[in-house]
């Protein structure tokens, strides 16, 4: 026989070795290089001031691009102040900032983009900032307004101004129970004359009488506190 066709069987074998020798080194290889892709940190560049001046007629199609970037990491934070509280100006605020620039009515931008920076990464003055920019360009948007007022009261600590941006979302078609959550927190901040000027609204624009009465109980309360 051959010596050819004796070793023909040992050729053949040839590519599963090395395809098997291959495998083994990659599990190796990943198994070292595993801790360092654990440790592995995301270092995301927010895009150049005055974006907007570069577009030249593109504004919208890249406000749409980079807002698609955004949402893939609503909650990054490169550098936390504290536990789950992101440090002022984040990557996502401005993201969300360069969006809206482009796009100043980019709704969801304001809407969505407002509550991951509240809620989510904590970056109080980025959040600030946007639903304030958002309430500009939305003034009678009653949602947008409701979760500006509850930044406000939960993460800003300002109460008369939650208790203003409430009103404006029960004007602007929100639930009714927002005007009474309103007068609470005006008659909070210890502001009588707000409380009692809502509590006229409400009478005049013929509001549920049961809101009407808990508001001016209310009132009455802080007339008797206030003694």
Same mark, same amino acid.
């Given at each position: 026989?051959?010596? %050819?066709?004796?070793?023909?069987?040992?050729?053949?074998? +040839?590519?599963?070795?090395?395809?098997?020798?291959? &495998?083994?080194?990659?599990?190796?290889?990943?198994?070292?290089? %595993?801790?360092?892709?654990?440790?592995?940190?995301?270092?995301?560049?927010?895009?150049?001031? $005055?974006?907007?001046? @570069? !577009?030249?007629?593109?504004?919208? !199609?890249?406000?749409?691009?980079?807002?698609?970037?955004?949402?893939?990491?609503?909650?990054?934070?490169?550098? #936390?102040?504290?536990?789950?509280?992101?440090?002022?100006?984040? =990557? /996502?605020?401005?993201?969300?900032?360069?969006?809206?620039?482009?796009?100043?009515?980019?709704?969801?931008?304001?809407?969505?983009?407002?509550?991951?920076?509240?809620?989510? +990464?904590?970056? +109080?003055?980025?959040?600030?900032?946007?639903?304030? %920019?958002?309430?500009?360009? @939305?003034?009678?948007?009653?949602?947008? /307004?409701?979760?500006?007022?509850?930044? $406000?009261?939960?993460?800003?600590?300002?109460?008369?101004?939650?208790? #203003?941006?409430? %009103? !404006?979302?029960?004007?602007?078609?929100?639930?009714? =129970?927002?005007? &009474?959550?309103?007068?609470?927190?005006?008659?909070?901040?210890?502001?009588?004359? /707000?409380?009692?000027?809502?509590?006229?609204?409400?009478?005049?624009?013929? $509001?549920?009488?049961? /809101?009407?009465?808990?508001?001016?109980?209310?009132?009455?309360?802080?007339?008797?506190? !206030?003694?």
């Amino acid at each position: 026989m051959s010596s %050819k066709l004796i070793l023909l069987p040992y050729f053949q074998r +040839i590519p599963s070795l090395v395809l098997g020798i291959l &495998s083994f080194s990659l599990i190796v290889i990943s198994h070292y290089l %595993k801790p360092s892709l654990q440790s592995y940190e995301r270092h995301l560049i927010a895009p150049p001031h $005055q974006l907007e001046r @570069f !577009a030249f007629g593109y504004q919208e !199609a890249i406000a749409d691009t980079l807002w698609i970037r955004s949402i893939q990491d609503f909650d990054y934070c490169e550098s #936390e102040v504290a536990e789950r509280i992101c440090n002022g100006n984040s =990557w /996502l605020y401005q993201m969300l900032d360069t969006i809206t620039d482009l796009s100043p009515h980019f709704r969801i931008a304001y809407a969505a983009g407002g509550l991951a920076l509240t809620v989510i +990464i904590s970056d +109080i003055e980025g959040a600030t900032k946007l639903f304030d %920019k958002g309430v500009e360009a @939305f003034p009678n948007d009653w949602p947008i /307004l409701y979760r500006a007022a509850y930044h $406000q009261l939960y993460e800003v600590k300002n109460k008369e101004r939650a208790a #203003e941006l409430m %009103k !404006a979302a029960a004007e602007n078609g929100g639930p009714p =129970w927002l005007y &009474s959550l309103s007068g609470r927190l005006y008659s909070d901040a210890g502001n009588l004359q /707000l409380a009692e000027a809502l509590l006229q609204e409400m009478i005049e624009t013929k $509001q549920d009488e049961s /809101l009407i009465k808990r508001l001016r109980d209310k009132i009455e309360s802080m007339k008797i506190e !206030a003694k």
